[in-house]
């Protein structure tokens, strides 16, 4: 063996352990700097929320007592209940429910229908009319509030939950990110479908979108909280308190009793913690469908 071969080998465990040192470094100034950051930005982030659970679960007296008391003491559920009690909430959360499903399904449909042409078809025009449809995003909703109002006043959906759901029926940013999804399917999967004689809706319905169930379970969280806080739309197209959605409602809650936090703060957990579940249920689909639509 040369001496110039002996050396090499005898300096690849020294390169080795000087990655591993690096590597060793890195890793400790990761712990040392950018946890702390993120546990500091979960802090601020659960602070809201946990001081308005603290809140919801106090009695009158402790929610002024000074010092503040984070930890209530005792804890007590009567705020919920009396909640109940004052308004008729189930009714309420029914309102909202039909109209979350309604506007979440109408919405899934349209942008699934809109993103899949613009992202796998070919025709004249086709990124004239993407680009034109993304620079809307720039205005914000409530400059198109009173054209809404107008239009759902002409087609006679003024106090319906329809005229409530329809200007939300199709989101640009939903079709965005659905059609980037659409760009990262393999072509070959539609090829397949081709050859096997299926038509452009059964490749559309049967191939494409079950591939891209993530971007889809993304879509369906960010519409579910939208509708499911809508509160100024709904109080300007339904005239009927009675068909108030959940958030409407207690938006109703905070005039009548302005100064009564607890219960204000227990009626605002109530309507969260849909939100909350079916974030925690669909997580891993939403995070997969974030990142598809980014590579797209």
Known sequence: MS????AVTASAPAARGYRSKKTSARKVLQAVIVYPLLLLATCLTLGPFLWLLSTALKNGDNVYAYPPQFIPNPITFQNFIDVFNIMPLWHYIGNTVYMTVMGVGLNLLLCTMTAYPLARLRFPGRNIIFFAMVSTMILPNAAGMIVNFLTIKWLGLYNSMFGVVLPSAISIFNVFLLRQAFITVPKDMEHSG????????????????????PAIA?????DFMAFWNSMIWPMIILDDRASYPLASALSSLNSTLAYNFPY??????ISVIPIITIFLIMQKQFINGMVGAVKG
């Open 3 to 6: 001496e110039t071969s002996t």
């Open 194 to 213: 081709r050859i096997d004689g299926a038509g452009e809706f059964r490749i559309f319905a049967q191939i494409m979108v079950p591939m891209i169930r």
């Open 218 to 222: 993304t879509v369906v969280i960010f």
């Open 264 to 269: 204000i703060a227990a009626g605002v957990i």
